[in-house]
């Protein structure tokens, strides 16, 4: 059974750092897309930042230059350091895997920014 498990959220004052962790099980997600999604209360989910298998990085605007993706085949895990995190970043963060017609997601952890 292939599995997605997120870690790492919590509460967080403005200007503060997290880092999410994402181990998959079940499957080896070397040759996959790795993504990190969020979706904040009323809100579409939005696609937040993207590595391929060639470790090509990708980030929507809101958080380029503040969050970084990175990932570790070794440990089967896509991590993502969020820095400088903004109240408009609370949200449940979801990670997702796929590769051709395999798709995969994590169970998601909240993120919450606030003084």
């Known amino acids: 059974q292939v599995q997605l498990v997120e870690s790492g959220g919590g509460l967080v004052q403005p200007g503060g750092s997290l880092r999410l962790s994402c181990a998959a099980s079940g499957v080896s997600v070397n040759y996959y897309i790795l993504k990190w999604y969020r979706q904040a209360p009323g809100n579409q989910r939005e696609l937040v930042a993207t590595?391929?298998?060639?470790?090509?990085?990708h980030y929507a605007d809101s958080v380029k230059g503040r969050f970084t993706i990175t990932r570790d085949n070794a440990k089967n895990t896509v991590y993502l350091q969020m820095n400088s995190l903004k109240p408009e970043d609370t949200a449940v963060y979801y990670c997702n895997a796929r590769l051709k017609f395999n798709n995969y997601w994590g169970q998601g952890t909240q993120v919450t920014v606030s003084s």
């Open positions: 590595i391929d298998n060639g470790d090509s990085p």
